[in-house]
T-cell receptor, first 116, second 113 residues
Framework: AQKVTQAQTEISVVEKEDVTLDCVYE???????LFWYKQPPSGELVFLIR??????QNEISGRYSWNFQKSTSSFNFTITASQVVDSAVYFC?????????????FGRGTSLIVHP | AAGVIQSPRHLIKEKRETATLKCYPI?????VYWYQQGPGQDPQFLIS???????DKGSIPDRFSAQQFSDYHSELNMSSLELGDSALYFC????????????FGSGTRLTVV
């Protein structure tokens, strides 16, 4: 079975603060994919990043960075110098070859509120 | 670039009515996934199709059915609607390898009154 845990239900910060969203996953597969999606108030799911299990390189994209650590089964997401437009629900997801096909499993999401 | 298209964007139905949601995947994507996201919940997997055949089944109620057509678009048919079916329904598509990425549509917001 595969599972994604986002322990932080809601995070509230003031603009320009840095914030890290935690994601811990469980899977027995050695080949898997991890994702982060952003869901703004408008409701759509916006793809942010995909990482496969063989690539532990951290990644930076503008104000966003991701820290993948297989040793702790974590794939954390940091927003530097947060902005009001970053306010959204962020989902971490895992896709592994469970049952013969890849089906993304989502965490419960972390609601990020950035105050001006 | 073309994205996953879902229609309608919003739908209001009464209890016991039926609804049909449509999903048009990204060209050359042959796998379609349906998810249901209740208020304040994470998306829950319902069902998926690969090459027009059902490939996996999640927590899809028996009142719901789905299929993928020859042009790879998919429809989710929902009958005997209940108030609890009110949710955001997402469709996602992926390339044959699956793990290479899933692109989600903007969702259909179904409200059952």
């Amino acid at each position: 079975a595969q599972k994604v845990t986002q322990a932080q239900t809601e995070i509230s910060v003031v603009e320009k603060e840095d914030v890290t969203l935690d994601c811990v996953y469980e899977t027995r597969d050695t080949t898997y994919y991890l994702f982060w999606y952003k869901q703004p108030p408008s409701g759509e799911l916006v793809f942010l990043i995909r990482r496969n299990s063989f690539d532990e390189q951290n990644e930076i994209s503008g104000r966003y960075s991701w820290n993948f650590q297989k040793s702790t089964s974590s794939f954390n997401f940091t927003i530097t110098a947060s902005q009001v437009v970053d306010s959204a629900v962020y989902f971490c997801a895992l896709s592994a070859l469970a049952g013969g096909s890849y089906i993304p499993t989502f965490g419960r999401g972390t609601s990020l509120i950035v105050h001006p | 670039a073309a994205g996953v298209i879902q229609s309608p964007r919003h739908l209001i139905k009464e209890k016991r009515e039926t609804a049909t949601l449509k999903c048009y995947p990204i060209p050359r994507h042959d796998t379609v996934y349906w998810y249901q996201q209740g208020p304040g919940q994470d998306p829950q997997f319902l069902i998926s199709f690969y090459e027009k055949m059902q490939s996996d089944k999640g927590s899809i109620p028996d009142r719901f059915s789905a299929q993928q057509f020859s042009d790879y678009h998919s429809e989710l048919n929902m009958s005997s609607l209940e108030l609890g079916d009110s949710a955001l329904y997402f469709c996602a598509s992926s390339s044959p390898a699956g793990g290479q990425g899933y692109t989600f549509g903007s969702g259909t917001r179904l409200t059952v009154v």
